[in-house]
């Protein structure tokens, strides 16, 4: 099957570049033909590439270690779910994921837009191909997932532990569906660049496709939050990591062009920032997938010895510099229909919050890149971490939400001062009574950022929530429907406005978490025999038990926590590291147990208000003699084994494997008999949860926004708007 | 006011502002960054008492109790160092994954003393080629 794999690889390379061909070639010479043909090379290409993808999952499926990248990430005793997933868990099976995701998001725009942007959808067809061409090249010849080995191992190495979690399975298909479907309004802004087609056209068939790269790369990151917090044992959701960056860069481009957009569609303003907009956010996708591929996170010099990094330079240098040509080249035919008559109106708004959002992509931007550029120009690595974000996105963020509830409240074009006492004296109410209890409380006036983050999150929420109510009043008026009735007849009848909305209310919520959770959390650490306590934040936590496991995957040493408060009990936490063997066949039989991958099982009170997080780290100091003397002993038997006959030698091995799991079962005992001290990292963090809460009214809101109008309520609107259209001529 | 003056004005603002961010941003990155020195470099440079960021890729591990000893190895060259290290082990470290450790010399010691907690391991991308392959 690997044959047929690797011929699939070829083929749709070969399908791409003839659909690239076909076409330009239609595109030039005005055939239709063609172009219907190079339309029809992204449904093979689709088709081509889910056989491939199908193919290299039932190897993983089958546990066929003849293909190499099942031997290097899954095993026989790998679980199903993880088994299916581990695909993408490669360098090759998420660069196939990367092609396969693309060919079937550019069928789906295709298909939707055979009959329209007729001129502009050849050149978009060519550069999605261009894009297929691309990494179906890496697939083909650098990373190739098709790869076989002559003489399989009986078993395969597994899955890396860490991953082996629901969230960050899902985590790479969202990214990457976000980073393919950002690629959509890329080429379509470069078909309509092209073709000096730069009117709205091209924004309004790409704008849910822009939408829904929003929304899988925003549900990507927090994924990928989650699972920083309850598995990689340090107790955060955010580190600043070169990796989160990659993702949060064109989410935030994006987020600026989703809004901007809306200024063209209204007033024919900011072509060229929606135009320029788009192509930084298609770049940055294709950074994104470089950063984590080329080795350039390590190094410049890493970089320089990586196969996949002068690829993407190539690439990326082509994109840059022809979306930055395009954009020169067709500056006469980007000038905008309207000005901007007041800073006081929504457009002004918008345009004040893209900045705020290009502003945090390029600190960002500038940060993660600041090692390597001080690498270049200094031959030293500058290392910087989270303290050199902070001083810009803390306040960047604050206007952000501020903006964020003002562009619902604020009229578009000028706002009067009737407008502004009506519209805005619930809200500012609102954030200003937050902001005395706030006061009152006591502690948060010490920490201003946050305090103005709940102050303005307030503000956002009260923002929301009286446009919703005004509209689900107005509604009422009109049909007289009960309010749950009118509230959602309001909300399905207008999706983007209202999906807006609460996607607005989700990121106050989100945003009040990390502020409530970064500024005011607790953290210990300690170390604890069995019957002893620490207090956390007022959290009696007791060490109460030690408990243990030891299987031929791993061996694991945890312990059972008591939590109580007030002298009630709370909850109680199992908390447990496992110890992965290494592969590495030069350390001991016994000691490789505690030289390969760890893993933190957290021990999580996951509540409203507060977060308890618990993370054990064993000492292994009492065991290691006991270590070192299993290795030596295994050692001397493997020997004396290997001087025996070949079937002498595979009995005794064999032997020996049930003696090494019964002592790795010993040291399970030793550990629940005799416990000894263990250290603790012992966290309480406020309104984590609400992090979570927001990511889920942000993911609903973007679903509405995203949900199709129904057809009939298309047309009953059409209809109504052209007999008013009538009515006005008339 | 002339729409077009109006126009440079608010231009010359926003650039200025820009302008403003970028030098602030540059400032902080120098103000707030610390050198990180790889392998080789700290076999040169380092002196005992004085603590350096060690940045690089762990080419071994092995336990000693409650203390990690493990080899970061220069990117560039094939030159290693042996540190000690007490304190919180991050989860995602192992061998072949990108680390940064704060570290002292001990006198003449080959062998440098990694501060309490002061460990961090980048990322482990799913994505990242498994250790040792060319990617």
Redesign the interface.
Known sequence: MALVGRALLILGLGVSVYGIGASLYGALQGGQRWVDSGRRAVYALAGVMTLAFVILEAAFLRSDFSFNVVA??SSTTTPTFYKATAA????EG?LLLWVWLLSLWSSLILFLTRRKVREIAPYATAVLLGFATFFGSLTAF??NPFATTANPPSEG?GL?P??RHAS?MF??PMLYSGYTLLAIPFAFAIGALITRRLNSEWIQVTRRFALAAWLFLGIGILLGARWSYT????GGYW?W????NAALMPWLCCTAFIHSIMIQEKRGMLKVWNASLILASGTLAVLG?FL??S?I???I??FG????GVPFVILLGVMVTGSVALIIWRRADLRSDS?LDSLLSREAVFLFQN?VLV?MT??IF??TF??LI?EALTG??????P??FR??IVPLALVLVLLSGVGPLIAWRRVTAANLRRSFAFPVAAGLVALVVLLLVGGVSKRPFALAMFCLGTFVIASVGQELWRGVRARRAMTRDPVPRAFLQLIRRNRRRYGGYIVHAGLAVLLIGVAASSSFQHSH?VVLRPGQQAVVDGYRITYVRPIARATAEKISFGAVLDVAKGGRHVQTLTTTRGFYP?Q?PT?GVV?RF???????QVGLRAGLTKDIWTVI?P????I?PL?NQGDQVFLKAMSAAAALPPAQARAQITNLFAARDAAIGALADRWVRHPWAA?F?LIVSPLVTWIWLGAIVIAIGGLIALWPVPVLARRRATSAYAARLARELA | MDPSRKRAIRLTVALTAALLLASALVYTSFSAGRDELTASQLLHQAVPGKSYILAGTVISQQRDGSALLFRVRDPKLHVSVPVRYTGIIPDPFAVGRGVLVTVQKQGSDTQFVGEQDSLTTKCPSKYQAAAGSKY
Not at chain 1, 88 to 91: G, L
């Open positions: 290097g990430h993408w868990s490669s360098q998420s650098f990373a190495a890396n860490l991953l960050m985590h790479p598995e990689l044992g340090w580190a990591d070169p990796v989160e997938t984590v591929r080795g996170l390590d190094s010099h890493a010895a990586s196969t996949l000005q900045l502003g390029f600190v500038w940060v600041f090692p001080s030293t690595k500058v290392s910087v971490g303290p050199a001083p810009f650490d290494a590495d350390l000691g505690f030289n390969g991958e760890e893993e933190s780290s000492d292994l100091t009492p290691q270590i250290e990292l």
